[in-house]
């Protein structure tokens, strides 16, 4: 299959409408959601501007542990309740924070990131893991990536078989 995806314009919400589609495109009938999650962070990294990192932690042992990503190396495995991921893993609600340096217990596994969004992945009541994308700009995120990466981490999860 040959898939390229074009430069997003316009609003925010007019280009996560455009992502969204093409997350939908780009998964079709896969299942696999180690594949699919490596599209949708391959598609998010190299379609939204201004990120330095971004990808997936999954619940593994009670902690979250790193699945597919795009951006430098990470941490492996972040603890629930530490950081910005494990914040959104304990309180299963989305993270925005616009200076990652003035969050409590935030863990620098890239000095270079400024802002960072961590959505949670729920299967009805179970945490599958987070969606994180990191930035070097601060307050890089709002309330419009909010909305489009929650829209994208819902596909993801209705797209996907994750097992019993």
């Not at 430069?7 to 696999?32: H, M, N, P, T, V």
């Not at 179970?126 to 994180?132: A, P």
Request: proline share 5%; net charge negative.
């Amino acid at each position: 299959m040959s898939f390229s995806a074009p430069a997003l314009f316009g609003s925010k919400r007019e280009q996560y409408a455009e992502l969204l589609g093409q997350a939908s495109a780009l998964i079709g009938d896969e299942r696999d959601a180690v594949a699919n999650m490596a599209n949708i962070s391959a598609l998010i990294f190299t379609q939204l501007g201004g990120l330095n990192w971004a990808g997936f932690y999954l619940m593994k042992g009670g902690e979250l542990v790193l699945g597919p990503f795009q951006g430098k190396p990470a941490c492996i495995r972040i603890p629930v309740g530490r950081g910005v991921c494990g914040t959104a893993a304990a309180t299963r609600e989305t993270q925005v924070v616009p200076d990652v340096h003035a969050f409590p217990g935030h863990i620098a596994c890239d000095a270079d990131s400024r802002s960072e969004i961590v959505v949670p992945l729920m299967l009805g009541d179970r945490l599958i893991g987070v969606l994180d994308l990191d930035s070097p700009s601060p307050a890089r995120f709002d309330e419009a990536d909010r909305a489009g990466l929650e829209a994208l981490g819902g596909l993801l999860i209705a797209s996907s078989d994750w097992g019993d």
